[in-house]
C-alpha cells in the first residue's frame, strides 16, 4: 500500500541551529501534505498545509519564517525548524493526502527533535 | 466549541470488556469519517472508516449518526494490545485538497 517516508526519525540538535525534515510520498501523488506538532500526552496540532507549487498554509500562531515549509514536488514536502529553541523540542508529523478515496491521510513515522 | 470533540479520557478498562467511545463534529455536511489509533511515541494509522450503515471489522464496530452529529467506536473483547490513543478524524472539506480535523484523542488503557 501507499507509505509515507519521513527523515530524520530522531534528532538532536543545539539551540539556534535549524534542522531539516523531509517527508516523501512512496508511490502515489501528494499534492497536499500535512505537517503536524505533537507535545507529550497531546492531541496532534496541525501547523500548516504544504500545497506542491504554492506557498503552504500555516495554522494561527504558528510562525512562517521560523518553520520553512517547502513541497518543490508531487513527492516531497520540508520543514525547517529554523533557529531551533528548547521549546520547539516536540514530535513532528507529517501526512500525505491519498488520491484513493476512503482512506484520508497516510503517515509519516514521525521525528522528534530535541533542542540542547 | 471545537470542530471534533472527544472524550480524552482515560478509560481504564480490564481485559475482556466493551468500550465505547463518541465523537462530535460540528459541521452538519462533513463529507467522512474516521477512527485513528495512535501508540506512544509512533504515528496514527487508520483503524477503520465509518460509513453512514456502520460497519464492522472484528471485535470494532463504527457508527455514524448524521442527526445527532457524532460517531461511535465500539471494542468488544478488549485485548492488552487494545491500549493505545484512539483519534476521530472528520474530513470537513470533501475535496482532495480537503480540511482533516482530528479529536484531540481518547486513551485507552485495558489491564490484565
Known amino acids: 500500500g501507499a507509505v509515507v517516508s519521513q527523515h530524520p526519525s530522531r534528532v538532536i540538535c543545539k539551540s539556534g541551529t535549524s534542522v531539516k525534515i523531509e517527508c516523501r510520498s512512496l508511490d502515489f501523488q501528494a499534492t497536499t501534505m500535512f505537517w503536524y506538532r505533537q507535545f507529550p500526552k497531546q492531541s496532534l496540532m496541525l501547523m500548516a498545509t504544504?500545497?506542491?507549487?504554492?506557498?503552504?498554509?500555516?495554522e494561527q500562531g504558528v510562525e512562517k519564517d521560523k518553520f520553512l515549509i517547502n513541497h518543490a514536488s508531487l513527492t516531497l514536502s520540508t520543514l525547517t525548524v529554523t533557529s531551533a529553541h528548547p521549546e520547539d523540542s516536540s514530535f513532528y508529523i507529517c501526512?500525505?493526502?491519498?488520491?484513493?478515496?476512503?482512506?484520508?491521510?497516510?503517515f509519516g513515522n514521525g521525528t522528534r527533535l530535541t533542542v540542547t | 466549541r471545537k470542530e471534533v470533540e472527544q472524550d480524552p479520557g482515560p478509560f481504564n478498562v480490564p481485559e475482556g470488556a466493551t468500550v465505547a467511545f463518541n465523537c462530535t463534529y460540528s459541521n452538519s455536511a462533513s463529507q467522512s469519517f474516521f477512527w485513528y489509533r495512535q501508540d506512544c511515541r509512533k504515528e496514527p494509522k487508520l483503524l477503520m472508516s465509518?460509513?453512514?450503515s456502520g460497519n464492522e471489522d472484528g471485535r470494532f464496530t463504527a457508527q455514524l449518526n448524521r442527526a445527532s452529529q457524532y460517531i461511535s467506536l465500539l471494542i468488544r473483547d478488549s485485548k492488552l494490545s487494545d491500549s493505545a490513543t484512539y483519534l476521530c478524524?472528520?474530513?470537513?472539506?470533501?475535496?482532495?485538497?480537503?480540511?482533516?480535523?482530528f479529536g484531540s484523542g481518547t486513551r485507552l488503557s485495558i489491564r490484565p
Open positions: 504544504s500545497n506542491e507549487g504554492s506557498k503552504a498554509t500555516y
Open positions: 478524524v472528520v474530513n470537513m472539506g470533501g475535496s482532495s485538497a480537503s480540511k482533516i480535523i
Open positions: 465509518v460509513y453512514s
Open positions: 501526512s500525505a493526502t491519498d488520491p484513493r478515496p476512503r482512506i484520508p491521510l497516510h
